[in-house]
């Protein structure tokens, strides 16, 4: 896969989304902006999934990085009591690794559910939010069948189970328009700028177009309980789940 990259920022998270830990060098620092690196693993949040937190150590301090915010460049958004480092420092960039696991298992784990679903009933993701550890996706179903609940939990853990892997790659605008499963996907509907889109497939089950971290086969998700289903209107149905471990 290519390297990714904004404003000044290379993003090494989109290339391996295990790094916890790296080098980078402060391109620009801003009482007001924040913090820009050459180099940044912080998921700048976006698809649903939330920014990462973590830490930037330099010169015996630590810099605490509460949010990113993605305008021209990716501005790491430290918290406002802590030193900001002078452009040219170099700092270890570090990630919040509980936080950023727990966001990559939900986030594969809602990718799960929505191949699940619509496979098995033919419903089609309309909303979704998530949580580290819990999230919903709304689906355009208009009547669910009894027991509909337990069955999609018991296909959700079948899935994980069958240890799948879950890839990411890159494609031009015209071959992944040419997959079937990325026009189902209706949230995520790509402006006509862009040229290049970045594929989210877990192997047999589900392909999206997506720009989030994520575990690298479902048995890594672990288990995955729905812990509701709410009627929120004519072909509306809201799934919540969590992951309890
Ligand atoms: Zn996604």
Redesign the pocket.
Known sequence: MGEAVHGRTTRLELVDSTLREWDAAVVASDPEEGIVLDRSAFYPGG??QPPDHGVLLWGGVQTRIADVRRRDDLWLVPLEEDPLPPVGTVVRGALEDDRRTALMRT?SG??LLSGVVFRDFGALVTGSNMDPLSGRLDFNLDEVPAGFKESVEAACNAEVSADRAISAYELSRAEAFAIPDIIRTATNLLPPTIEVVRI?DINGLDV?A?G?THVASTLQIGRIQVVKVENKGKGFRRIRVSLPD
């Open positions: 698809g649903g986030h809602l990718h989210v999206q997506d989030g």
